[in-house]
Structure formats: C-alpha cells, structure tokens
C-alpha cells in the first residue's frame, strides 16, 4: 500500500506560480513512477507529467511543457507550476504508479484557484 497526500492548493492570481506538494508513504521501495494530474468541473481528468522514482527522470503533457515542472525529495514530490492561468483551475492529484502501465493509487488532491 502506498499513501499520497496532496498540499500546496490555494487561490492565486493569473501569472503567478505555486509549488504543490505530494507526501509519500508506505511502500515506497515498490514505486515506478509518480504522475500528477488534474480535473477542472466538467471535464476528464488530464495527465500533467511524471516522474520516475528510481532516477528522478520527468517527463510533461504538451499542455503545461515548460511552465511546469516535477521533481521529488526523498518521500516528497512537487508540481511547480509557473504563468498561472484561469485555465489552470482545476483539482490537482498526485498518484503513484507501481509498473509502467497504470496508476494504482491516488491522493485526495488539492485544489487550486487561478484568479484573472
């Protein structure tokens, strides 16, 4: 079992950045990856990046590529995201991927408010 919990959400104003963080616990010896994603009112939720947990490799959506970046500290795992739009708005989840086909855990999420 892997636990994820998500911090870091909050209103911010359009151009501006915020640093989410993903707090890691359990079995964290048998992680592949880490995504974060994100799901705004009324739509599917979309992949944003991920990272490997052996060699802390990422890689992005098209979508956010160079406005937002992932990286980890030890059991923790960050989403900076930088030029903040209205767009941006959604609830952020972090989840934890045991092999490289699927996601099997998932955290609450935070949500963040981009105000314009």
């Known amino acids: 079992q892997v636990q994820l919990v998500e911090s870091g959400g909050g209103l911010v104003q359009a151009g501006g950045s915020l640093r989410l963080s993903c707090e890691v616990s359990?079995?964290?010896?048998?992680?592949?990856?880490m995504g974060w994603f994100r799901q705004a009112p009324g739509k599917e939720r979309e992949f944003l990046g991920r990272?490997?947990?052996?060699?802390?490799s990422a890689d992005y959506a098209n979508s956010v590529k160079g406005r937002f970046t992932i990286s980890r500290e030890i059991a923790m795992v960050f989403l900076h995201m930088n030029s903040l739009k209205s767009d941006d708005t959604a609830v952020y989840l972090c989840a934890a991927g045991m092999g490289p086909r699927s996601y099997d855990y998932w955290g609450p999420g935070t949500q963040v408010i981009v105000s314009s």
């Open positions: 359990g079995r964290t010896s048998s992680i592949y990856d």
């Open positions: 990272i490997r947990w052996s060699d802390y």
